[in-house]
C-alpha cells in the first residue's frame, strides 16, 4: 500500500502564488509517475500536471506557464509551484501517484486532497 500526504494550499488573491507538497509512503517497490488533479465545485477532476520516473513532464494548458511540477530524485516527492494564480484554479488538489508495490503489481493511489482558494 502507498500513503501519499499533501501539504500546502490554503488562500491567495488573484496573480498570487502557492506551492503543494507530495510525500509518498509504504511499501513501494518503484513508482512509475506521479502527478496533481485538481476537482473544482461541480466539475469533474482534471489534470494539471504529471512527472514521470524519466523526467517527463506534461501540463494542462491552461496552467502552461504559470504552474511547475518538480520532484525528488527518488520519486518519493513532489511540488507544485503555482504562480500568477487566477479565480479559476480554485478547486481541491490531489497527488497523485502510479507505482509497483511488487516487481508485478501496480496500481494509482490518491491523497486526501488540499483546498486552493484563489479570491480578491
Known amino acids: 500500500q502507498v500513503e501519499l500526504v499533501e501539504s500546502g494550499g490554503g488562500s491567495a488573491q488573484p496573480r498570487g502564488s502557492l506551492s503543494l507538497s507530495c510525500a509518498a509512503s509504504?511499501?513501494?517497490?518503484?513508482?512509475?509517475?506521479m502527478a496533481w488533479y485538481r476537482q473544482a465545485p461541480g466539475k469533474e477532476r482534471e489534470l494539471v500536471a504529471s512527472?514521470?520516473?524519466?523526467?517527463?513532464?506534461e501540463y494542462a494548458d491552461s496552467v502552461k506557464g504559470r504552474f511547475t511540477i518538480s520532484k525528488s530524485n527518488g520519486m518519493n516527492m513532489v511540488y507544485l509551484q503555482m504562480n500568477s494564480l487566477k479565480p479559476e484554479d480554485t478547486a481541491v488538489y490531489y497527488c497523485?501517484?502510479?507505482?509497483?508495490?511488487?516487481?508485478?503489481?501496480?496500481?494509482?493511489?490518491w491523497g486526501q486532497g488540499t483546498q486552493v482558494t484563489v479570491s480578491s
Open positions: 497523485n501517484s502510479r507505482a509497483y508495490t511488487t516487481p508485478f503489481k501496480w496500481d494509482d493511489y
Open positions: 509504504g511499501t513501494i517497490f518503484r513508482i512509475v509517475a
Open positions: 512527472v514521470n520516473a524519466g523526467g517527463g513532464i
